[in-house]
């Protein structure tokens, strides 16, 4: 049986730091494309940072030098590092996983496009960022 369970998440002042976790089971999760997603409530999805399964990364233009995505194959582990939060990270934060080595493409201006037809995903964790 696949698992996706997320945690890490919680409430931070503004600056502040938090590192979320993502524990899978029940799929070789070394060949999987993954993902991380926020998604504040009535708004859309977006796909944040994520890695494929050669270990590339790619990040969302209003993380990058900020989030820090990292995952450990003998704890099947997925991570999410995330400094100098902005109250504009709030959002529940989901983890999926997909069977293929790719989970982004990339727009002509160099942005990141990532695909959310993911075939599994995690129950989230709430991220709450104070101004």
């Known amino acids: 049986r696949v698992q996706l369970e997320e945690s890490g998440g919680g409430a931070v002042p503004s600056g502040g730091s938090l590192r979320l976790s993502c524990v899978t089971s029940?799929?070789?999760?070394?060949?999987?494309?993954m993902t991380w997603f926020r998604q504040v409530p009535g708004q859309e999805r977006e796909g944040v940072v994520g890695?494929?399964?050669?270990?590339?990364?790619s990040y969302a233009d209003s993380v990058k030098g900020r989030f820090t995505i990292s995952q450990d194959n003998t704890k099947n582990t997925l991570y999410l590092q995330m400094n100098s939060l902005e109250p504009e990270d709030t959002a529940m934060y989901y983890c999926?996983?997909?069977?293929?080595?790719?989970?982004?493409?990339?727009?002509?201006?160099?942005?990141?496009?990532?695909?959310?037809?993911?075939?599994?995903w995690g129950k989230g964790t709430l991220v709450t960022i104070s101004s």
């Open positions: 890695i494929d399964s050669d270990g590339s990364t």
């Open positions: 029940g799929f070789y999760f070394s060949r999987y494309c």
């Open positions: 999926a996983a997909a069977a293929r080595p790719v989970c982004e493409a990339y727009y002509e201006d160099g942005g990141v496009d990532f695909f959310d037809d993911m075939d599994y």
